[in-house]
């Protein structure tokens, strides 16, 4: 929140990146004045000016001479709201130029690119991993199989080979639809492959607010807040695979397609994101507001307490690719 000419406002931005959207045309511009859509005049406001200031070649998107509107498979959302929205005209379809809000809507935007870059660079890193990963599973055993068969020896257990090579934790989640029982299958598969015996707690978004139930879900935990699950692996052994399995009830085919999984935990996990615990809190907070006004007959549920990140006394002198020595 900021004050220009003696009004308050405040500048609020977000991001849709993937998906369907074409990757050659310009993204999608949503603008809105007081959570009111403004529909036309893009190129004349004050919100799509903003956008256009920013670079974007350096978060990801492409954008000719880094002038107008970038292009890439993304929409960007912005929102001003004010006391006093000053418009190009009566008819209220743009902003008027303000070089404070302005400026306010880039330092926005900046933070997001960046916020969209880190993304980008998790996701290469990730698809890097897992085709080193696919190309091990892939080689190792078939050189193991034919020398074991050529020396007349049983084939040998490769997990320690392929915990050297990796030195990395890495989380693989697939979200199906399943035909048969009218339910979403949701798998999360750990790998260990480092030199040390790792603890997590694993978190996982869910469509619970669209009605969702969590089915068969036998590896237990814990609501952590309004659709975000924990389950707390305690210790994870090097070259070991620990597998969270549940279903979704309550949905259509195609309503929940990817599930969002997030870490806590000293390692990174390839494949899943570090819980930023301030959105566990306005996820809280959220759900405080919505019970406080009610009858007095009304009862509150108490926050969970977010579950601590687990740790494990590792054995001295052993390293990892990622962290050195720990």
Known sequence: PAVTQGNPYQVEVGLIFGGNMPADKPVEVLRFANRVPLMYQQGGCLLTKAIESVDWRQYGLDQPGAKGVPKGPAAILVHLASTNVQFTSEAKEALADNGEVIEEARK????MGRGLRKHLDKKKKMAKTKEKFELINDILPAIAEKSAHILGRPVPNLAGSITKIMSAVISETTTTWNKETKQTDVLITLFNYTSRVRAYTILATWPEKAGAE????????RKEATGVWAWKLPSLEPGERTII??????????????????????????????????????IRRQERALSEPGDADSTQEEPAEPMGEPTVAPPSGQTTLFGGDV
């Open 108 to 111: 926005a935007m900046l933070e």
């Open 245 to 282: 399995g549940y279903s979704l009830g309550g949905l259509e085919r195609g309503d929940w397609t990817e599930t969002d999984v997030f870490f806590r935990g000293s390692q990174d996990v390839i494949g899943a994101s570090k819980m930023d615990e301030k959105f566990l809190e306005e």
């Open 214 to 221: 969590m089915i068969d879900n036998e590896t237990g935990g």
